[in-house]
Structure formats: structure tokens, C-alpha cells
């Protein structure tokens, strides 16, 4: 594990990867890049490398799961072994348990399950690089994948971390922000529904600090969900011939 860095701001206000507070890392999107799922979809945020594959509707195993009314959805994320600077144990951890669960939630309002009775919906979210806010980039990277599906979804979920280093609101956390700052939120909304899908938090924040992260956060979502309608309109292009250039970067501000 890294040891704790002296400092996780400067004088300068800037972080250690050379940030602003309020700056996003930059992010890439890609729809469709795998054949073998119903729809897949890339998220490059940072450091962190996180590919989606989605499957269905398709006929449930075991039967005993079958719902008469709508279908059911299963999410599962794991971190490949190399995806930590220490080598992870392949084998599923109480963590990637929880973050698939906290995926499966965020997502679910944004799905019409309704219109896919007796059938399974699974989200396969793999990890292949990770450096803090994994749970948010699936989270985008799985709406993206859950849209390239076809599935019926009420508006894409969008979401993103901010959090409390050094006294500072900070925006995207990455991994030792995560570790040694004292809080993290990670947030996801549906943008034009303006209907929040996930909030937790790790640490404490005063009333005004959660405010204003919160604030942060939503901010956030909504440049997210540009990228996401974006890398979506690219994709369409592509299927009907009319490919437009490589955009998609969610620069400083």
C-alpha cells in the first residue's frame, strides 16, 4: 500500500496530480466496442480503464428467479488482478459484492423493466485499471452499455465523487484522495430528470460543505452526460455510415 503523501494540496492550491479542487480528470467514452454482448461500452477517466458488457433481455437461470411482470437485473464488477498496484486476489471481494450492489441501484430507476417480463437484464462492469472512483465510471460506462443494448431506459444515469481533502471540497477524487482525504461522495443523478440514483458518503462534511459538494457533484453530472449523449451520437453514426471525428473529453475548468 502507498504511504500517506505529506501533502495532498499545495501552497498553490494544486493537487497532487496536478489539478485544481474543482477540476475533473479527463474522460474518453467509447459505445460498441465489443461484438460478443448485447452492448458494451469504455470509460478511460484518469487512470482508471473500465470496460462494460451488457446481455439481454434474455431468458433467466435459474427459473426460480423469473419475475411475471418485469425483468430482473443483475450487475457484477470486479477488479482484474492487475488492475491494483498490488496484485488482487481474482477472487470476489466483500467490496466488488458491495459496488456491484451500489451499481445495480443507480442504475435500476433509469430502466424500464416493465417492458421485458420473465427475462434477465446482466451488466458485467470489469475493472482493468483503477485509481479511486471505479463505482462512478462504471456507473457511466454500464447506462452507455445498457442504451448500446437497446434496452428502454427512462435517461441515461451520469455520475461522479467529490469529497473533503485537507479542508477543501475537492471534485473526482482519485486513489489517495480516496484514502487519505477526509471524505468522499460519490453521486449519481439522471441529469434531465433531474432525480438523484445514488448518494453515500465516507467521512463527514457540515451542513455547508455538503452543499457545496453536492453542488459540485451535480455540476459534474451534467458535463458527464454531455460526453455520454456525445459518445452515443458517435456510435449512431458509426451504424449508419455517417462517422464523425474522435471528441469526448471532459477538460479542466
Not at 121 to 145: H, K, N, P, W, Y
Not at 208 to 237: S, Y
Amino acid at each position: 500500500m502507498q504511504k500517506a503523501p505529506e501533502r495532498l494540496i499545495d501552497e498553490n492550491g494544486f493537487r497532487l496530480d496536478g489539478r485544481r479542487p474543482e477540476e475533473f480528470r479527463p474522460i474518453k467514452l467509447q459505445v460498441g466496442i465489443l461484438d460478443n454482448p448485447d452492448g458494451s461500452a469504455f470509460i478511460e477517466q484518469g487512470k482508471n480503464k473500465i470496460i462494460v458488457g451488457v446481455y439481454g433481455p434474455r431468458e433467466i437461470h435459474p427459473k426460480h428467479m423469473v419475475l411475471p411482470d418485469r425483468a430482473v437485473i443483475r450487475c457484477r464488477y470486479r477488479m482484474a488482478p492487475f488492475s491494483t498496484e498490488e496484485r488482487k486476489n481474482p477472487a470476489p471481494s466483500r467490496r466488488e459484492i458491495e459496488i456491484s450492489k451500489v451499481i445495480r441501484e443507480a442504475l435500476e430507476p433509469a430502466v424500464m423493466p416493465e417492458y421485458y417480463p420473465r427475462t434477465v437484464i446482466d451488466i458485467f462492469v470489469e475493472a482493468l485499471q483503477c485509481d479511486g472512483g471505479t463505482r462512478c465510471a462504471g456507473i457511466v460506462a454500464a447506462s452507455l452499455a445498457l442504451a448500446d443494448a437497446g434496452i428502454s431506459m427512462r435517461e441515461l444515469v451520469s455520475a461522479c465523487s467529490v469529497g473533503k481533502v485537507e479542508g477543501q471540497i475537492v471534485a473526482d477524487l482519485f486513489d489517495l484522495e480516496d484514502k487519505y482525504g477526509e471524505a468522499d461522495m460519490p453521486v449519481a443523478i439522471m441529469p434531465n430528470l433531474n432525480k438523484v440514483t445514488l448518494i453515500q458518503m465516507d467521512g463527514k462534511l457540515s451542513r455547508d460543505e455538503f452543499e457545496r459538494a453536492f453542488e459540485m457533484a451535480l455540476d459534474g453530472c451534467r458535463k458527464i452526460r454531455n460526453l455520454q449523449a456525445e459518445a452515443l451520437k458517435r456510435r449512431c453514426e458509426v451504424l449508419t455510415g455517417t462517422e464523425m471525428p474522435e471528441k469526448g473529453s471532459l477538460e479542466a475548468h
